[in-house]
């Protein structure tokens, strides 16, 4: 990891009038890394892409790419950095080849240059069975594809891809992460993903930064994230034993360190707790005479961790504002209650 | 005037019982041109996702626009210039008598002025395209603008000139001057008023005034047609005009453009 870092941002800030979409984000991301930035709609994800590329002027704080200042420079950061956005399209009446070569064209490549690249990469992202198809006929994961083929064609250093798995088969999802993979180890590429589709962000992703509300909330590696959450004393554990018997249900309670206990209709236990009850829970289970079907500590997966750093970050939202978003949560349930009696 | 001087220019001018002249189509319908090619520019790339691709090609923000509006101008400029050698070559067909030098550059001034007039129409297509989201709202809203200046000005001028100057019982004598000029003004800022006057004006040798000409400016005037050079100073404010709306409404195009975000 003593890559030099390529994209660096300080207090990056936009506010939209009263809404401030992204708050003071310091992120540097090194040569190479393949990055992840996860969050729910509207976190300012696609905000924050793009004031990197220079398409809008962030309100607070610089961004620069390989050097170059996002806001001041913005074509020689264009030149470098690819840009696939999150519904790209493509002229409908030119064909997939043609569409290239007009990319290619724009970043100031001779004619025969582009010829030869957009043929070679319509045949990296396979798509030279439809190259010379008008692009108003592709489907969706055939638009995904050449809009790698599309980024790929100005050579960039960095490529910035916008919800690249919005909408696309679990075949083609495979295949886009082998060619995102590929385009890390085998090219060196630098690649910032922002996603809400966790699980493939975490095949794909050497560092993850969770990003609630304009907040980066956490940043690293998925493994570390996990690690930090459980030095925190949360811990989440999956517990099914047969029979179902409630006997076993409140002595699980009643252990030291058990914060909270749901169960749901196949009796599957999710237990959350300050320190590790694996040991203590078997024994129980053997107490009260049941049989242990599944036991699963959670917390290794991003899906888990994102979700107990969201909840964190809630609850911290709730502590500092008096509970607003869930203060009106409660008031809307009480009046459905008060209509309803 | 003898009448059979300048018979080329006729076949630009003259209407049949049926069928309007070449310089009212193009009066009426110029504007059409521009609108279609304007009325989609930036939204329908917006629309495709084609934009905010092509935003992030090193390109700067305002070429994008600039292209849009200097396309659209090159065809309005290429289909004017083969409308009017069409109608020219089909005329020296017909009739049998080349255009005189004269005519010629009375021509080409007419036929760049089609072009200016078309262009104002492309560059408010071009504002409505970035404003509005859809292009059909950006279409209807150019093509409303279209028929309330084409046929419409003229009602609300004479309206508005009648009821601050009436011309009705004695006092209207006085104020019949002041009635004419504030229709004229009025008129005139339409762009298809300003371009039937110059288009009228520039094929039209004979025409030696526009606007209001008095008992004592004709006496001692010459009874012949005016020199190309003197018709188009006539109509020069006119062409100067045109521009300004063109370049006002191309510059409202870009900053609003410039302002604006490019995601989808």
Not at chain 1, 177 to 194: A, C, M, N, Q, Y
Not at chain 2, 146 to 159: C, E, H, K, P, R
Not at chain 2, 203 to 212: C, T
Request: charge should be negative.
């Amino acid at each position: 990891m003593a890559e030099p870092f390529i994209i660096e941002t300080k207090g990056l800030t936009k506010c939209y009038g009263e809404v401030t979409a992204v708050d003071g984000l310091d992120l540097t991301i090194r040569q190479g890394e393949v990055f992840g930035l996860l969050g729910p709609n509207g976190a300012g994800k696609t905000t924050t892409t793009l004031m990197l590329l220079g398409l809008t002027e962030p309100t607070e704080g610089t961004a620069s790419i390989d050097g170059f200042d996002c806001t001041r420079q913005p074509l020689k950061v264009k030149s470098i950095v690819g840009y696939l956005p999150d519904s790209v399209g493509f002229y409908p009446d030119m064909t997939g080849r043609q569409n290239l070569i007009f990319t290619g064209q724009l970043n100031g490549l001779d004619r025969e240059l582009c010829e030869q690249r957009a043929s070679e990469l319509l045949e990296r992202v396979g798509m030279t069975y439809a190259a010379d198809r008008k692009a108003g006929t592709y489907s969706r994961g055939m638009k995904q594809r050449l809009g790698i083929a599309d980024v790929l064609m100005k050579d960039p250093k960095v490529i910035i891809m916008d919800e690249p798995t919005l909408g696309i088969d679990p075949e083609g999802m495979r295949e886009l992460i082998s060619l995102i993979r590929e385009l890390s180890v085998r090219d060196g590429r630098t690649i910032l993903i922002s996603s809400h589709q966790l699980y493939q962000v975490q095949q794909i992703c050497d560092r993850v930064g969770i990003f609630v509300a304009g907040q980066l909330i956490a940043c690293g590696r998925i493994e570390d994230l996990g690690r930090q959450l459980e030095n925190e004393g949360n811990w989440s554990l999956d517990l099914q034993a047969e029979p179902n018997k409630k006997e076993l249900y409140e002595k699980l309670s009643d252990l030291a360190g058990v914060k909270r206990i749901e169960q749901d209709a196949t009796g599957l236990m999710r237990i959350e707790s300050s320190r590790d009850i694996r040991r203590d829970a078997t024994t129980l289970v053997m107490e009260t005479g049941c049989i242990l079907t599944q036991l699963h500590q959670r917390g290794g997966d991003l899906d888990e961790i994102y979700h107990r750093y969201f909840e964190k970050a809630g609850e911290s939202d709730e502590r500092a504002d008096g509970g607003k978003a869930s203060g009106k949560l409660r008031s809307l349930f009480h009046k459905k209650q008060a209509s309803g009696q | 005037m003898d009448s059979s001087e300048f018979l080329f220019l006729k076949l630009f001018t003259t209407s049949g019982n049926s069928i309007y002249s070449f310089a009212t189509f193009i009066a009426f319908l110029g504007p059409l041109v521009g609108i279609t090619l304007g009325f989609d520019a930036i939204n329908n790339e917006r629309s495709q996702g084609t934009l905010n691709r092509l935003a992030a090609q090193p390109i700067y923000r305002d070429s994008i626009i600039n292209a849009k509006f200097l396309a659209g101008a090159t065809v309005i400029l290429m289909l004017t210039f083969t409308l009017g050698l069409f109608m020219s070559g089909a005329g020296l067909l017909l009739i049998g008598i080349p255009p005189s030098g004269e005519e010629v550059c009375r021509i080409i001034a007419y036929l760049l002025l089609s072009a200016v007039y078309m262009s104002v129409w492309l560059a408010l297509a071009i504002i409505f395209s970035v404003v509005c989201k859809h292009a059909a709202t950006a279409a209807l809203a150019s093509i409303s603008i279209w028929l309330f200046l084409s046929l419409f000005m003229d009602l609300v001028a004479s309206g508005i000139s009648n009821v601050l100057f009436p011309v009705e019982g004695i006092q209207g004598y006085g104020n019949m001057m002041k009635n004419y000029e504030l229709d004229l003004a009025l008129n005139r800022i339409s762009p298809y008023y300003l371009f039937t006057e110059a288009a009228t004006t520039i094929l039209n040798p004979s025409v030696r005034s526009i606007g209001i000409v008095t008992m004592s400016s004709v006496s001692g005037a010459i009874d012949a047609p005016l020199p190309f050079g003197q018709s188009l100073l006539l109509i020069w404010p006119h062409l100067v005009v045109m521009i300004a709306l063109a370049a006002a409404g191309f510059a409202i195009a870009y900053v609003s453009f410039m302002r604006q975000e490019i995601r989808a």
